[in-house]
T-cell receptor
């Protein structure tokens, strides 16, 4: 049982480049989340999904897009990366609204 | 809106010392409260939680009591080990925010042998 996995683990981008971060969960959870973690700011919610085919904005959605085409996968896209998007990105899933969230190991992104 | 305030770190302790990390919250409703822990190089994992006033959450020797009168959820452990070195996050979820988690800034704890 892998839980929540994230791909890639680390990536370096140049300003203006695009990329997609992949999150996969094998727990059949309905809810999935993308967070970014920055020093001194805790985790901030970027986007989330309450089920296959749904997405919603979180606290800091600008510059990001997401898709949930399959229940087990939640993709986070950066269309034109900016240095301000340098961060550690975490994906999480839960089986219910307000339920315990299970986190992936994170993706460290550096935008030059 | 909802918010969580944690004591600033970093915190450095010797093995077997007492650990306390303060956490206070602001919420419009009756939130559930959580402590998450992040070990080096890993994602966050739930340490303990409490869903109503006066509930005590406990796990791995850590405890926290939901105090509605002081809007607090302080984390305590009586005797820390080197393996407790991690970043600790206090968080809340509330119906008014569609049960999304609001996190504190995190407190880095280092335990020395």
């Amino acid at each position: 049982n892998a839980g929540v996995t994230q791909t890639p683990k680390f990536r370096v981008l140049k300003t203006g480049q695009s990329m997609t971060l992949l999150c996969a969960q094998d727990m059949n959870h309905e809810y999935m989340y993308w967070y970014r973690q920055d020093p001194g700011m805790g985790l901030r919610l970027i986007h989330y999904s309450v089920g296959e085919g749904t997405t919603a904005k979180g606290e800091v959605p600008d510059g990001y897009n997401v898709s949930r085409l399959k229940k087990q996968n939640f993709l986070l896209g950066l269309e034109s990366a900016a240095p301000s998007q340098t961060s550690v990105y975490f994906c999480a899933s839960s089986d219910a609204r307000g339920g315990t969230q299970y986190f992936g190991p994170g993706t460290r992104l550096l935008v030059l | 809106g909802n918010s969580v305030t944690q004591m600033e770190g970093p915190v450095t302790l010797s093995e077997e010392a007492f650990l306390t990390i303060n956490c206070t919250y602001t919420a419009t409703g009756y939130p559930s409260l959580f402590w998450y822990v992040q070990y080096p190089g890993e994602g966050l994992q739930l340490l303990l939680k409490a869903t109503k006033a006066d509930d005590k959450g406990s796990n791995k020797g850590f405890e926290a009591t939901y105090r509605k009168e002081t809007t607090s959820f302080h984390l305590e452990k009586g005797s820390v080990q080197v393996s407790d070195s991690a970043v600790y996050f206090c968080a809340l979820s509330d119906r008014s925010n569609d049960y999304k988690l609001s996190f504190g800034a995190g407190t880095t704890v280092t335990v020395r042998a």
